[in-house]
């Protein structure tokens, strides 16, 4: 499929200033990943990166001429989505209106890479105004590769997929039949105050569709 396809695609199913922004910060975070540098590090430590992100939207719209077109017809120019940005946009879980879900991936290891019939993940959920303190400190173990190879968080943006009004992090483990390290990262987040229990999922659940309801429970651990 074509580029022009896939945008008429892309348009048909969401709004292409919504689809724009997601693929462009995914662009932002990987390159910034690739200088060693992270977008939550700059945003809280108060760093100046308006270069960084022009020159990264300068490649964005040659890539993507259309999408880059559509962001700026939404938000004028690339320094209104560095004070989105800075503002706590793709940082902050509440802050965070415009994609439904913020990464954060281990070092050496990106979402692409996970297999998906090994693949699990233990579930926090929590109320809206606990999610941001304890998204930071998930971020940062993941970043240092001390939970699992992968970690997610919901965020304010209303996700039509969405069972009730809570939030949820997702934090990923590369083998789910690997019950050491599962229970190892189970033990690393009871250690930054997650005790009550939770459970995990098997992804190939999540992909079949399958989900808790009375009488029938999917998680394959509970600790």
Same mark, same amino acid.
């Given at each position: @499929?074509?580029?022009?396809?896939?945008?008429?695609?892309?348009?048909?199913?969401?709004?292409l200033?919504d +689809?724009?922004?997601g693929?462009?910060?995914i662009?932002?975070n990987? @390159?910034?990943?690739e200088?060693?540098?992270?977008l939550?590090?700059l945003?809280e430590?108060?760093? %100046?990166?308006?270069?960084?992100?022009?020159a990264?939207?300068? =490649?964005f719209a040659?890539?993507?001429? $259309?999408?880059?077109?559509a &962001?700026?017809?939404?938000?004028g120019?690339?320094?209104a989505?560095? #004070? &989105?940005? $800075?503002?706590g946009?793709? +940082?902050?879980p $509440?802050k965070? $209106?415009?994609?439904?879900?913020i990464v954060?991936d281990a070092?050496?290891?990106?979402?692409?890479e @996970?297999? %998906?019939?090994?693949?699990?993940k233990?579930?926090?959920?929590l109320?809206?105004?606990? +999610?941001?303190e304890?998204w930071?400190r998930?971020?940062?173990?993941?970043?240092?590769?001390e &939970?699992?190879?992968?970690?997610?968080?919901?965020?304010?943006?209303q996700?039509?997929?969405?069972?009730d009004? *809570?939030?949820?992090i997702?934090?990923?483990?590369r083998?789910?039949?690997?019950?050491?390290?599962? @229970? #190892?990262?189970?033990e =690393?987040l009871?250690?930054m105050?997650?005790?009550? *229990?939770?459970?995990?999922k =098997?992804?190939?659940?999540?992909? #079949?569709?399958?989900?808790?309801?009375?009488?029938?429970?999917v998680?394959?651990?509970?600790?």
């Amino acid at each position: @499929m074509g580029e022009e396809e896939e945008e008429e695609t892309l348009e048909g199913s969401e709004d292409l200033s919504d +689809v724009a922004y997601g693929l462009f910060e995914i662009l932002l975070n990987r @390159m910034l990943r690739e200088q060693g540098r992270s977008l939550s590090g700059l945003v809280e430590g108060g760093t %100046d990166f308006r270069d960084d992100l022009a020159a990264i939207f300068a =490649r964005f719209a040659s890539d993507y001429p $259309t999408l880059a077109e559509a &962001l700026t017809a939404r938000f004028g120019s690339p320094e209104a989505l560095y #004070r &989105l940005l $800075t503002g706590g946009e793709g +940082v902050i879980p $509440t802050k965070t $209106t415009l994609i439904y879900w913020i990464v954060q991936d281990a070092p050496h290891f990106t979402s692409e890479e @996970m297999d %998906d019939e090994k693949a699990g993940k233990w579930l926090i959920f929590l109320q809206g105004d606990k +999610v941001d303190e304890l998204w930071c400190r998930v971020r940062d173990a993941t970043a240092n590769g001390e &939970l699992g190879i992968s970690a997610r968080v919901s965020t304010a943006k209303q996700n039509p997929e969405s069972r009730d009004e *809570r939030k949820v992090i997702y934090i990923y483990t590369r083998d789910w039949a690997d019950e050491v390290d599962v @229970m #190892r990262v189970r033990e =690393r987040l009871r250690e930054m105050g997650v005790v009550d *229990r939770i459970g995990y999922k =098997r992804n190939i659940e999540t992909f #079949r569709g399958e989900y808790s309801e009375k009488g029938k429970k999917v998680t394959y651990y509970s600790a």
